[in-house]
């Protein structure tokens, strides 16, 4: 079992074929407060009622259990969400995902074969019943497959994913920077420890200079000193 603070690191994940107990999964519980995304393939489900309310979950997939309604749950618990995908219940109405309504933010929803498909103009009628959805079935309200319906399935956003890789190339092009500035310190450096050795340089070859005009002039008070002997 994961701990409280393993548990609040969590981002994703993946409970398929989890059998649940009396429509609960032992495995998931409210302090799961960070889940972005959720699989629950086959678990057994016939009800989100007992699901805990997770305010960050994005993209739920649900598919292959037996939720026939209840769908008013989704927007109390699972305020936030972007995907959701549905594919195999027994949805026969358009009229019965009138609760999704509540989800502000659901982009895009996956109906596969669920008997609602079978409708008459069911993509109309559900992109009328839910206007804020750009993506059904994979398909835009102009029936042409949806860019993002491959980028957005499973894990992090590919946005995210942009947004990850921009944090890792400015990183690079700080550290970029700070070998420049690295290296130009380095370079001053160099350049000061050159001026002070030629300035040493200087100052020896005028000692030595000053040391040798003594030299001579001792040698010059001893000649004159022999002769005035």
């Given at each position: ?101 509540k989800l502000e933010c659901l982009k895009s929803l996956d ?11 069911y993509q109309e009628g559900v992109f009328k019943l839910l ?99």
């Amino acid at each position: 079992r994961l701990n409280l603070d393993l548990k609040n690191r969590v981002r994703e994940h993946v409970l398929d074929n989890c059998k649940s107990n009396d429509w609960k999964i032992e495995s998931l519980t409210a302090e799961f407060v960070n889940l972005e995304f959720l699989r629950l393939i086959n678990v057994g489900l016939i009800s989100i009622s007992n699901l805990p309310k997770l305010p960050k979950l994005k993209k739920f997939v649900l598919s292959e259990n037996r939720i026939f309604g209840g769908l008013n749950m989704f927007a109390e618990k699972l305020p936030n969400l972007t995907h959701l995908n549905l594919s195999g219940k027994k949805l026969k109405d358009i009229s019965t995902l009138e609760p999704l309504k509540k989800l502000e933010c659901l982009k895009s929803l996956d109906l596969f074969n669920c008997e609602v498909i079978n409708l008459n103009d069911y993509q109309e009628g559900v992109f009328k019943l839910l206007p804020q959805l750009t993506c059904l079935d994979t398909y835009d309200p102009e029936d042409q497959e949806a860019p993002d319906s491959d980028a957005q399935v499973d894990g992090v956003d590919k946005e995210e994913e942009d947004e990850e890789g921009e944090d890792e190339k400015d990183e690079e092009n700080e550290d970029g920077e700070e070998e420049e500035l690295d290296e130009e310190e380095d370079e001053d450096e160099d350049k000061n420890l050159d001026l002070i050795k030629m300035k040493m340089d200087e100052d020896e070859d005028e000692d030595e200079e000053e040391e040798e005009s003594g030299k001579g002039e001792n040698r010059k008070r001893d000649t004159d000193d022999e002769e005035d002997g």
